[in-house]
Structure formats: C-alpha cells, structure tokens
C-alpha cells in the first residue's frame, strides 16, 4: 500500500513502472532445449539473487550461461567467505583452492552451516560444475582466473588482523578492497564480454575501466551501508578519510556529530564520482545491446544512490534506498548511451546545486562535476561555431558510435509509449462509458 | 636558457609580469632578466615573490617609442621578448589601440630588426568570446567579426599581427599564449572585485542558473606556460610545432561560476544559506536599468549588462594543445591559488 502511493506521487515513475512490467519485452527469449543441470542452476541463481536472475536472462544467449555461472561460482566462494562457523584454517584453504576445483567434476562442499542460506549452492556445486565445463574455453579460463585472485584476496584478508581490528585504513586500501570485492567481477565480465565480441578490445586492455566499473558500485554499497555494517561489527569507511570527522566512526551517527558525519558523506561521494569518466568510456565501448543494458543498468541506479546519499543524514543512522518508481524509470531511460548520459548529468547536476558554502570540499565538488560536464561536452561536441570540427579524440569517436546504435533502440521506445498512451485511453473510453451509462 | 640568453619582459613590473619575473628567476641556470616597463618594478613586493629585485635589470620606457625600445633591445642584447602589457579592462578605446596595437606592431618591428630569436605574446582567451556561450573551446574556434568589446578587438588585431610575424627564414619564431580569468597575487580586478560585492552585501544575489562552466587561471601557471612557449621556440627540436601558433592557458579545471564567487567569499567568512537566483533575463534587464539609473546619477553602475552577460556566460575551454605541444600542467590549483591571493591581499601592499 505505501509502495501504491509513492507511486501514484509520481506520476512519471508510475508510468515507467507500468511500461516495465506490461509493457517492454526483453530482446531475447528463453531459450529450449535446455539440460535438467542448466535448468538447476536458473534455479539456483534466482534463489540467491532474484533481480540479478532478472538481469541475467535478459542478457544475448552467448554470454547468458557463462555469466550465470560466473555469478553462481562467486556467489559459492562469497557463501563460504562470509560464513563466521566455519574455522578460519578450513576457511582459508578452500579459498585458495577452489579455482581448482572447477577442474573437478564432482566437488561440493558441506562445511557450511544450516543456517547460511546459500549454502544449497556448494552442496550442489557438482551440477554446476557440470555445466560450467560446457562452456567454451575462453570462457572457463575468465572465470577460473578470476575465482582464483578473489580466492586469495578474501583469504588475504581474513588473516590481515589489522584490517579485521580497525577496518580499511587509507583511500588506497579503500580502493584496493574494492578492487578484490567488485573490481575483479568487473575484470571477469569484461573479459566475457570482449571474448564474446561484445566489447571493444580496449576495455579488456585498460584496468582502469573496467576498475572504475566495479569500484564505482561497491563505494556506493559502501557509502549507503554505513549503519548497516556498523551494526554488523563491520566498517569499510576509510580511516584516512572518516578520521577528519571523527575520533571513532561510530561517533558520525551521533546528533552532536550529525554535520561532520554529512561533511564526511560528501567526501567519500567526491571520491566515487572520479570513477564516473571512465563509466562513460567503457559504456561507450559496448556494441550489443543487452551487454550494454546489463552493464549500464547498475551505473545508472548507483549514481541516483549517490545523489541521494550526498548531504543526507539520514545515512548515518538508517538504510536509505531509491524509490521503486525511480528504479523502473531508471532502467527505461538507461538503454542507450545517451539516456545514460543525461541520466549521469542530471545527478551530478543534483549534488552540485546542494553542496553546502561551508562544506570543506565545496570546491572540489564543484569542479569534479565540472570535470565529468567537460567530458561529456567532449563526447557530444555539439555546440561548436560554424566552420569548427570536431575533435576527433577517442572518446568523441567512441561516443558516437554508441549513438549510432542508440538509434535502433528508439523505435522500441517509441513503440512502448505509443503501446502505453492507446492502454490508457482505452482505459479512459471504458471508464467514461460506464460513469455515462450509470448516469 | 642560461646567462648568455638574456630575457626581457616587456611589461615587467605589472601584474602578470612580476610572475613571469618569479617564473624566469627560477630557472636553472637563471637566464640574465631584464624588465621594460613605464614605471619600476613595486618598492615593496608581496612575501610571495622569492626574486631578487636587485637581480633583474629595469628600463623605463614607452612600448609605442620606437626609440624606448631600440635602446632597451641595444643594452639587453635579449634574445628572448616576452610581450605582456597591456592596459586593464575599463579603459577607453583609444588606450587599447595606443598600447595592444600600436605599441605592438613597433616592438614586433624593433625586435625583428634587433634578431631577437624567440616572441611570446601574451594574447587573451576573450579574443574568442562575443558574448555567445562557449563549450570547451579549442584553437580551431574562430576569432569573432564583431568583437565583444575594444579590449577583445585589439588584442585579437594584436594577435594575428605576432602570429603573422612568425618566420622561420628570418629566425624570428612566435607565440601567443591566450590565458582565461588571470587570478592571483597582484590582481586588482578578479578576487578584489568579488570581495567588494560580498562586502557590500550583494553576495546573496546570484545572476543566471549557475550551470555555466567558467575558466580561471592562477597567474603563477600563466607565467609557467610562458617559460615553457620560450623553452620549446629556443630548442630546434620543438621549435617548429609550436612556432606561429596560439594557445589557450587555463589552470583545466573549470568550475561553475558561482561556485568560484563563493569560495572567495567562504573565506572570508560570507557564507549566505539563502540566496536570491535571478535567471539571465532578468539579470539583463537589471543591469540595463542599474545603468541607465547610475548614468543619471553621475555614478558608477555596479551592475551593468555587460557584467550580467559575463556573469551568465558559459566560457570554458579545452588546454589540450597546450598541454600536448608546451608540456603545460597547472602546478597550482585553483583551491591553492585562492588561499594564496587573499594572503596577499592581507599583506595589504
């Protein structure tokens, strides 16, 4: 009922949520002719992630079981990382073992404990693995390559003391642990993704990209959860950043620290939005269409999270969330490069028009929005005097050949709109004809 | 660069060329610094500059004297001519072509003849603007047939004449260098002007919608780049790429207009929680109607439709060239160059 009625406030959102659940049709079927252990592993993936199961099946059928798998190993080493029964040394060593078990056909793992909800994926892990060695190789090698560096990195960490006592310590671990928790999903997919011919070559070559596509999601998490992970025990706040604010990062959720607390919000967005560029270059660099949505459908719904963090204080004490209406919209307009862009603009715009005088970094602010607004002036070069060309720089190039492919997604939208407008009169016909008759 | 390459820095002693003097000075080994100027180099300088005064050679004399400037070539043997003055904005036309344009041609003329080997213009990146709005603005963008204003006409007819002049046969090589904004120790116009509207309480206003990206440049950067164009015009390997070219020189971090206002005033301790947006229709108007009023009265108008023009303008610009061909980075930010300009207005020289 609550959710009802923040919808029908906004009627823009309302209208985007009905388009997306009646109206839009994804751009590839399911598939037949399907195996009973693939058809279990669907099932595995919507029990542990119901909107991602979402995301996945909409995705071009080269790469759909390949990155339902990719998710479902991660989410099986994840499930065994994050499971406080089982003791440390056993821990471990399955970390650092299970990119070889993939070469098994049979291994599974029972260690978990019965109340760890996911642990059906390591107790089935054989079914799988089964399908895991259908894929083509290139395909395992990404995905084993990756298991084995996120295996490693969660067993460094559950033997760093200091990071388990104090939490992250400076912006460079920050950036070093997302890395390990987002960066490396980044790495893997996009290795899918190029092998696949989906991407161009670059953005398997520069880390940077693919980095700054993982790194921006996670700060984002990271940013949003702070009383969450508080409350877990846990805290991924850099020290080196939260101690300008505070003694203890606890202290930021007090009233009296309310304002350092928010000042210290600010900077940790600051640092996210460095990543945003980087977001533009790899999106622009993606040529199928479901690829791209997959891709930009998280980066859109993390800048509204980052907008709406920024000068919030309500993120020190609770968990704040976009509306569900904004979500649909979001996932709509996000389908080309261009709505991705000025979706991007529109937030950046938003957290630059509330930065206070008086926060320290208000400047800094200012110019990093600056900086991605120039950016983005670089993609369009649109607004040049007569006679001028443009520069033809690697992003301008990029850019435009996104938009070329932009063009073949305005039909469908055109299409859902008109869909939507004829519903609704329709609707508005039956409406009427029955208020006149009962008159 | 060294001792026997002697510089000289027309212009020396005023705003921006006591930063071209702090920039050269600093250079290992120290070229032998000579300043032309109509007055002296300030008795008392900000703690800012680090120079010897008693180092740097002055002359006094007229740019547009052919015989001034005949005579400093004469006794400084410079080799190098760095060309920065220029009279402010608000002057009379007749000022800027005396100085921008006169005054150029004959030092053009005179060093040509003398065989200075390097020219560095500092030109204007308002040479560009005529009040439209600019988006991240290269050196393709085309200078105006109808300028904005006298002091963007004459230095734009200043420009192309050093551009012109350019010649790899007579071994005289040239740049113009087009800074956007110059902020810093020693400006009187930028940072002073903002600190007087917060002063008179007018900080509360803000004119447009303040999605208008603007360039400042702090000035220390300005005299970098200048020491850059003069390395890359004396090295033959670099010379002929940058030789009869122009450059914009920004600090590449353009901020929202309002933005930069604020910062000058948070320092100070301005800071208003509500502000009074008047988007640029109505800032127009104001500006036409405080004019017409101040005109009246025999005063000054504060707001005028220029500045409102100005104020709402989106004019930004793109230093990749200058930062491909002149090695330019902008060692000091524009948060750094702020703090370091109103220290010097404390100094309160």
Request: glycine fraction near 6%; include cysteine.
């Amino acid at each position: 009922m609550v959710k009802a009625l923040e919808l029908l406030s906004n009627p823009v959102e309302l209208k985007a949520a009905l388009k997306l659940k009646y109206i839009r049709q994804p751009l590839f079927g399911p598939r037949d002719a399907v195996s009973p252990e693939l058809t279990r592993c669907y099932q595995l993936l919507k029990a542990t992630s119901r909107s991602f199961a979402a995301v996945i099946q909409e995705l071009h059928p080269e790469l759909r079981d390949a990155v339902m798998l990719f998710y479902l190993v991660l989410r099986a080493l994840d499930t065994v990382e994050d499971d406080m029964s089982i003791e440390p040394q056993l821990k471990i060593s399955v970390l650092r073992s299970f990119a070889e078990k993939l070469n098994s056909t049979d291994w599974s793992f029972d260690g978990n404990s019965p109340e760890e909800k996911d642990r059906i994926v390591l107790v089935e892990f054989p079914c799988i693995l089964h399908e895991y060695h259908q894929l083509r190789p290139q395909y395992r090698r990404v995905i084993q390559d990756i298991t084995d560096k996120m295996g490693n990195g969660m067993a460094h960490y559950i033997l760093d003391e200091q990071f388990n006592l104090q939490g992250v310590q400076t912006v460079k671990d920050y950036d070093l642990y997302c890395h390990y928790v987002a960066g490396l999903v980044g790495e893997g997919l996009t290795h899918l993704i190029v092998e696949a011919g989906f991407g161009e070559p670059d953005i398997d070559t520069n880390p940077q990209l693919y980095e700054s596509m993982g790194l921006f999601l996670q700060k984002t998490n990271i940013i949003r959860d702070y009383a969450e992970d508080l409350a877990d025990g846990r805290s991924f706040w850099p020290r080196e950043v939260w101690s300008k604010y505070a003694e203890k990062l606890p202290d930021l959720g007090d009233v009296q620290h309310r304002q350092k607390g928010v000042n210290c919000i600010n900077e940790l967005v600051l640092n996210a939005l460095s990543h945003v560029i980087d977001i533009f270059t790899y999106l622009s660099s993606i040529n199928e269409q479901t690829t791209f949505q997959f891709c930009a459908i998280p980066q859109v719904m993390a800048i509204a999270t980052l907008a709406l963090v920024f000068n919030n204080e309500k993120v020190l004490t609770e968990n704040v969330k976009i509306r569900k209406g904004t979500t649909c919209e979001l996932i709509l307009k996000s389908r080309t490069l261009h709505g991705c862009i000025s979706i991007f603009r529109h937030y950046v715009r938003d957290i630059k028009s509330r930065v206070p005088v008086h926060d320290p970094n208000y400047l800094k602010v200012n110019i990093q929005v600056a900086r991605i607004e120039q950016h983005i002036e670089e993609m369009y070069q649109d607004k040049l005097p007569e006679g001028v060309k443009p520069r033809e720089t690697i992003y301008y190039k990029k850019a435009q050949k996104r938009f070329k492919q932009d063009g073949k997604v305005l039909p469908l939208e055109q299409d859902e709109e008109y869909k939507f407008n004829m519903a609704l009169t329709v609707l508005f016909t039956i409406v009427s004809a029955i208020y006149f008759y009962v008159k | 660069m060294s001792n026997e390459c002697p510089i000289l820095l027309i212009g020396g002693a005023g705003f921006l060329g006591l930063h071209l003097v702090q920039q050269f000075y600093d250079l290992t080994p120290r070229p032998r610094i000579h300043v032309f100027d109509v007055r002296p180099i300030p008795e008392k300088l900000s703690k800012q500059f680090t120079f010897d005064p008693r180092e740097v050679i002055f002359h006094q004399g007229d740019l547009t004297s052919s015989e001034d400037v005949s005579n400093v070539l004469l006794k400084s043997k410079a080799q190098v001519v760095v060309h920065s003055a220029s009279p402010m904005h608000g002057n009379a036309q007749n000022v800027y072509e005396h100085v921008n344009v006169k005054g150029t041609r004959n030092l053009l003329d005179v060093s040509k003849k003398f065989g200075v080997k390097a020219f560095v213009y500092t030109s204007s990146a308002g040479v560009i603007f005529n009040g439209q709005d600019i988006h991240n603005a290269d050196e393709t963008w085309p200078i105006p047939d109808i300028a904005m204003d006298g002091y963007n006409e004459t230095k734009a007819i200043a420009e192309n004449m050093v551009l012109k002049a350019n010649s790899v046969e007579e071994n005289f090589l040239t740049v113009a260098l087009r800074p956007a904004g110059i902020f810093g120790p020693g400006d009187r116009q930028l940072v002073p002007g903002l600190r007087n509207v917060a002063k008179l309480g007018q900080s509360k206003f803000q004119l447009g919608d303040n999605n208008n990206l603007f360039d400042w440049t702090y000035a220390g950067n300005v005299a970098d780049a200048h020491v850059l164009a003069t390395q890359k015009l004396l090295n033959p390997e670099t010379a002929l790429k940058v030789a009869g070219e122009a450059f914009f020189i920004t600090n590449d971090e353009p901020a929202y207009f309002w933005a930069l206002a604020r910062t000058v005033w948070k320092a100070d301790g301005y800071i208003d929680e509500n502000v009074i947006v008047l988007s640029k229709p109505v800032a127009l108007l104001a500006g036409y109607l405080s004019e017409f009023f101040s005109k009246l009265l025999g005063k000054e108008p504060g707001l005028t439709p220029f500045r409102a023009k100005i104020v709402c303008a989106t004019r930004y610009h793109n230093v990749t060239k200058a930062k491909e061909l002149l090695d330019y980075e902008p060692r000091v930010n524009i948060e750094e160059g702020i703090e370091k300009t109103l220290a010097w207005m404390d100094e309160k020289i």
